[in-house]
C-alpha cells in the first residue's frame, strides 16, 4: 500500500531540495528497501495520508489529516530553535537532532535532512546523476574551508578563532573561501582540489549534522570535522576526523600532522561509503520514509479542517533581544 505525503512547498529553496529526489513528484524508486519505495512524494496538501512541514513558516494551513499523521522536521541547532510546544504540538511526529520540552507526540532524534549545497551555482545546478557519476579528482595535499566572518553566537566566535589560529601555523596550506575572502561560484570548487575539508558545526551537540559534512563527501574530501557528537550513528568513522575546538592549540597540532601524512589515501574508500549514504540513505525524503514506515497510522480524517502554524510570530520584545544578543557577540569577539 502506498502512503501518500504532501510535503508543504519548499520556497526559494524547492530547487536544492527536488535534486535530492529527481522523480519528484514520486517515490525513492533506487531504495533497496521495498517500504521506502512505497512512499509517494508531492506538494499535494489535499489527496494524501501524510502531511510534512520540512521548513519554519508562518503561513497559515487547514488540513483534516489527524495529528498523528502530520510530521514536522526541524534543521536547525538547539541555539537557532524558535519553536515551542504549543506549535510542536499541532504534529503528531517531530523529526528533530532535540526534543522540543512539552512536546507530546513521538520525537525521531536525528539531523534534519539539510539540503547539499555541493553543485549549486548561481544560474544552474548539479544534478543528482552528475554527483552520482563524478569521478574522485586530483588531489593536493592541502585543507580549505569555506567560512563566515558571523560571530551571532559562541559557537560561531569559537569556530573563527581555530581558524585564524590554523591559519597562522599552517600558511598557504589553509586555503580560505567565502563572502569576502575568496568568493565561489560553486562550493565544489572549494572543495574538489583539497584533500581535506575543514568541515565545522555552529554547535556541538548530539543528532545535529549539516551539509558542512555532507559537502565534504560529496567532493571526495576527508572532512576535518567538529560538530555532532554522535556522528558515528551516521557515517563510517574511518570517513572523517574528529577536532576538539576546546582545545585550539592540540587541533591545529592534529591538523598539521595530518597534512604531513599519507591520511587521505588511507581513507579514501570510507570516504566513498559515506559519500553513497549522503547520496542514498539520507536525504530529506529517505529520512520522511523512514519516519512514517516507523510510525504507521490507521486513525481516520477528521470530519472539520484544522488550522495549523508551524512558526509563531516573534513579538517586539524577542526581535530586539535577538538582535542585541548578536550584536553583543559581534562586538566583543576577539580571535
Not at 510530521?71 to 522540543?100: C, H, K, M, R, W
Not at 568541515?199 to 563527501?217: M, Q
Not at 472539520?304 to 542585541?324: D, L, Y
Request: a neutral charge; proline letters at 6%.
Amino acid at each position: 500500500m502506498t502512503d501518500r505525503v504532501g510535503i508543504v512547498p519548499f520556497g526559494n529553496a524547492a530547487e536544492i531540495y527536488h535534486r535530492m529526489l529527481p522523480a519528484f513528484p514520486g517515490t525513492l524508486g533506487e531504495s533497496s528497501d521495498a517500504n521506502l519505495r512505497q512512499v509517494h512524494f508531492s506538494h499535494d496538501l489535499e489527496n494524501v495520508d501524510w502531511l510534512v512541514v520540512a521548513h519554519l513558516t508562518t503561513e497559515v494551513l487547514s488540513t483534516t489529516i489527524p495529528r498523528s499523521r502530520r510530521i514536522l522536521v526541524t534543521g536547525e541547532p538547539s541555539p537557532a530553535v524558535d519553536i515551542g510546544a504549543g506549535n510542536a504540538n499541532q504534529f503528531g511526529v517531530l523529526i528533530s537532532p532535540y526534543n522540543i520540552p512539552g512536546f507530546t507526540g513521538t520525537w525521531v532524534p536525528s539531523h534534519g535532512g539539510l539540503p547539499w549545497f555541493f553543485g549549486r551555482q548561481t544560474e544552474s545546478l548539479r544534478r543528482l546523476e552528475d554527483l552520482e557519476t563524478l569521478p574522485v579528482p586530483e588531489k593536493t595535499p592541502t585543507v580549505s574551508a569555506v567560512i563566515s566572518t558571523k560571530v551571532l553566537h559562541e559557537g560561531h566566535r569559537q569556530r573563527l578563532r581555530f581558524v585564524y589560529r590554523l591559519q597562522e601555523a599552517i600558511g598557504d596550506r589553509l586555503h580560505l573561501y567565502g563572502r569576502g575572502i575568496r568568493e565561489v561560484n560553486d562550493k565544489a570548487d572549494a572543495i574538489l582540489p583539497h584533500a581535506y575539508h575543514l568541515s565545522l558545526e555552529n554547535v556541538c551537540e548530539p543528532n545535529y549534522w549539516s551539509e558542512k559534512i555532507s559537502d565534504a563527501f560529496l567532493g571526495y574530501s576527508l572532512p576535518l570535522y567538529a560538530g555532532c557528537t554522535n556522528i558515528e550513528n551516521w557515517f563510517d568513522p574511518d570517513s572523517y576526523v574528529i577536532l576538539d575546538l576546546d582545545d585550539i592549540d592540540g587541533s591545529v597540532k592534529q591538523v598539521q600532522q595530518i597534512l604531513d601524512s599519507d591520511l587521505y589515501s588511507q581513507r579514501l574508500n570510507a570516504i566513498r561509503r559515506s559519500r553513497q549514504t549522503v547520496l542514498h540513505q539520507e536525504t530529506l525524503f529517505h529520512l520522511i520514509a523512514r519516519t512514517i514506515v516507523a510510525n504507521p497510522s490507521d486513525e481516520p480524517r477528521m470530519s472539520a479542517a484544522e488550522t495549523i502554524r508551524t512558526k509563531p510570530e516573534r513579538t517586539v520584545w524577542q526581535k530586539v533581544r535577538k538582535e542585541f544578543k548578536r550584536t553583543y557577540h559581534r562586538l566583543t569577539f576577539r580571535p
